[in-house]
């Protein structure tokens, strides 16, 4: 079975540039998470989605920041404009129920995003 | 704000021997449980969960959970030079969302 998959796998911009991040999550989980860790800090919980809804965004930084998982399938990290703040490792997780219980989360790989 | 809280090492443990690595938590409502390994420029694996208190064993792997105590630890029995690497921390809470300790570092010494 395949894992959860991003693109790219390292990504480096200018301010002011936009970024998109894609997240294929594990065939079947409806849960889709983004996180990031920025140098030195944990994990940081960004948004989840459920399907093709975003069931908690309270850890989107900025209006910079929008996601999108059209037809409840892959999704999208857009960020626009960068800024140097955004520099980091941006993760995503899978999960086949969020309901506690079932909702062991599966990484990817991640996309290391430099900003200068 | 609640944290989850893991001393960040690095713990060096002799090959052979058990590693005993700790975390805790501030919600006491938190629900769910988790161990992940991290090794040095890759992304976490996810290796232990537990929901319940009292112990869980997967092969070398036993994870600890006294909700009482806010307190959850995975052991690593018969350490390898493998396992060396961050293992983070994750308590899902009662608002549903993970949060994650910073990681400790684990070096097993050959």
């Not at chain 1, 703040?85 to 909702?103: H, K, N, P, R, W």
Request: net charge neutral; glycine share 10%; hydrophobic share 30%.
């Amino acid at each position: 079975e395949a894992g959860v998959t991003q693109f790219p796998s390292h990504s480096v911009i200018e301010k002011g540039q936009t970024v998109t991040l894609r997240c294929d999550p594990i065939s079947g989980h409806d849960n889709l998470y983004w996180y990031r860790r920025v140098m030195g800090k944990e994990i940081k919980f960004l948004l989840h989605f459920v399907k093709e809804s975003k069931q908690d965004e309270s850890g989107m930084p900025n209006n910079r920041f929008l996601a999108e998982r059209t037809g409840g399938t892959y999704s999208t990290l857009k960020v626009q404009p960068a800024e140097l703040e955004d520099s980091g490792v941006y993760f995503c997780a899978s999960s086949q129920s969020g309901l506690a219980g079932g909702d062991e989360q599966y990484f990817g790989p991640g996309t290391r995003l430099t900003v200068t | 704000q609640k944290e989850v809280e893991q001393n960040s090492g690095p713990l060096s443990v002799p090959e052979g021997a058990i590693a005993s690595l700790n975390c805790t938590y501030s919600d006491r409502g938190s629900q769910s449980f988790f161990w992940y390994r991290q090794y040095s420029g890759k992304s976490p694996e996810l290796i232990m969960f537990i929901y319940s208190n009292g112990d869980k064993e997967d092969g070398r792997f036993t994870a600890q959970l006294n909700k009482a105590s806010q307190y959850v630890s995975l052991l690593i029995r018969d350490s390898q030079p493998s396992d060396s690497a961050t293992y983070l921390c994750a308590v899902r809470g009662r608002d549903d969302k993970i949060i994650f300790g910073k990681g400790t570092r684990l070096h097993i010494l050959p």
